[in-house]
């Protein structure tokens, strides 16, 4: 199954999504987003298992 996740799915105001094979691959995807346009959010190991309860499998 396909995995997804957008900003939107964790509260924040961003309209991106993704998808990916993997949790891993997902992760990574979330990470280079993250990076880029979300400077002021520290990603801590709080903001990471909330990304992740958040991962929907479509």
Known sequence: M???ISCADVGVKCRWSTTAKTE?????KVAEHAKKEHKDIKVTPEVVAKIK???KEI
């Open 53 to 55: 309860s958040h991962i």
């Open 24 to 28: 891993e691959e997902l992760m990574k």
């Open 2 to 4: 396909t995995k997804s």
